[in-house]
């Protein structure tokens, strides 16, 4: 697989223009960002789980997950939440706008290694972009995967990211159950956090189950404590983290965990590699 | 509600809430049990109402909700399979602290709150496992209340987002 990156210049950024913006929710918009040269535009491809970081002039770098689908050749999708000075800025930005963009970086959701097995996703509040790629990846070659299960768990109903796809992704092969925190009159599906469905959820071969996590600290905890209970082995669970990335490509150190950088050694786990110091006090 | 009687030792034994439950434990139980289809948007107990039966969910989803003035009914939990739901019945004096109402046709063990703790006055192991798996649940549920005080998913960010 070709990488955009180019390896004797990680720090140079491409110019990439923004095509077009689609609001997802209050504070979050999804950015479908392509490359002006079309060579790089050929060339450029990652997998599922990287991110890249994208550069605002005068505003600095940001790190986001890539939210589109691996496959898809000319454009790359990021879902962005307004958080910091850069996404900020990104927000006021209209459609056509050029900015920089270096990647991608970082390692992979574990796809290859989903092939026969069952798969679980676990997905909380904006977790599901990360997610996302690896969704799309896994319903591109479905025969492949066993059961294909993904639980979404969100504040609310008008919380919910990507809900006119959930449907396609069940028409596809893949059985999604969603989860809100708080209902309101008309919701009709769960209501609850989202670790409860995965205790729920039937599973014929837990030991040969792979499980995939992102959301915040505390859910993928709680996620894995409960997939282990059900059965599915700690070297077979995954969790993508987020510190304050910089660099992106381990020297700085801006974004170290215990003896990971999480830029360059992540942001993608098995969790084994990270359990003892996930929860660890400040770290 | 429609009672039915269709093996109901092996739908017991087969729920999440009785794994690990002996087979005498289950036939114990199963004397205070019945099984029970509820057609959808069904009411199966009320807050505030006293009530003997607990419930087992097998299949189907039972919504839980309290009143708040000025809101009505508001849910805050989806019971779905292998979960108790009126657990008040057997462990208080019934006093039912949520409303109950089948989301679908729902499939449920029905179980008799005192019935149960007259087996476990006679049958202390039984009374001992019954309770330590009833406080496990409870545990579960008490877990998933905290995480939902925390609001996770508000202002949250996913990796590098």
């Known amino acids: 697989m070709t990488v955009a990156v180019d390896p004797h210049n990680p720090w140079l950024a491409r110019t990439v223009r923004i095509r077009r913006i689609v609001q997802e929710l209050p ?26 970081m994208l550069y605002l002039p005068g505003l600095g770098e940001t790190a986001i997950s890539i939210s589109g689908h691996p496959r898809r050749v000319g454009v790359i999708p990021h879902t962005i939440r307004e958080a910091g000075s850069v996404t900020t800025g990104l927000a006021g930005l209209p459609e056509n706008s050029c900015i920089g963009l270096r990647g991608p970086f970082g390692s992979a959701w574990p796809v290859e290694q989903c092939a026969g097995r069952d798969v679980v996703l676990v997905a909380g509040g904006i977790g599901l972009a990360p997610l996302r790629p690896a969704i799309y990846e896994l319903l591109s070659q479905r025969d492949r995967y066993g059961k294909l299960i993904l ?29 809100v925190d708080r209902a309101l009159d008309g919701w009709n599906s769960h209501v609850g956090v989202v670790t409860a469905l995965l205790d729920r959820v039937p599973l014929e071969n837990p030991s040969g189950t792979l499980l995939m996590t992102c959301g915040p600290e505390v859910m993928m905890w709680y996620t894995i404590q409960g997939a282990i ?18 660099c ?36 | 509600m429609i009672a039915e009687q269709p093996n109901l030792l092996k739908l017991l034994a087969d729920s999440r809430f009785a794994e690990g439950l002996s087979n005498s434990h289950l036939q114990s139980l199963c004397r205070a049990a019945r099984h029970i289809r509820v057609p959808s948007e069904t009411k199966l107990f009320q807050e505030g109402s ?11 989803h039972v919504r839980l909700s309290m009143n708040v003035p000025g809101q009505d009914d508001v849910t805050f939990l989806t019971a779905g399979p292998g979960d108790l739901v009126g657990w008040s019945g057997l ?16 499939v449920l063990i029905g179980i008799s709150g005192r019935r149960v703790q007259q087996l476990c006055e006679i049958e202390p192991e039984l009374g001992y496992v019954l ?31």
């Open chain 1, 27 to 52: 504070g979050v918009a999804t950015y479908d960002l392509c490359f002006d040269d079309a060579e790089i535009a050929r060339n450029y491809s990652f997998r599922p789980g990287q991110f890249n």
């Open chain 1, 151 to 179: 639980l979404i768990g969100a504040r609310e109903p008008s919380a919910m990211l990507y809900p006119a796809e959930y449907n396609e992704w069940r028409d596809a092969g893949m059985q999604v159950e969603v989860t």
């Open chain 2, 131 to 161: 309770m330590r798996r009833v406080a496990q649940i409870l545990s579960r549920r008490l877990l998933a209340t905290r995480l939902q005080l925390l609001d996770l998913f508000h202002q949250n960010t996913g990796a590098a987002q």
């Open chain 1, 248 to 283: 992106a490509i381990g020297l700085c150190g801006h974004c170290q965990l215990g003896h990971e950088f999480i830029c360059r050694d992540g942001p993608v786990f098995r969790y084994d590699r990270v359990a003892s110091i996930l929860k660890v006090d400040n770290l």
């Open chain 2, 91 to 106: 462990i208080s004096d019934g006093r039912m602290t949520a409303t109950a109402t089948t989301v679908e046709e729902t």
């Open chain 2, 50 to 60: 006293f009530e003997d039966e607990v419930f087992i969910v097998c299949s189907g």
């Open chain 1, 229 to 246: 209970s059900r059965g599915i082995p700690a070297d077979s669970i995954y969790v993508s983290l987020e510190r304050n990335m910089n």
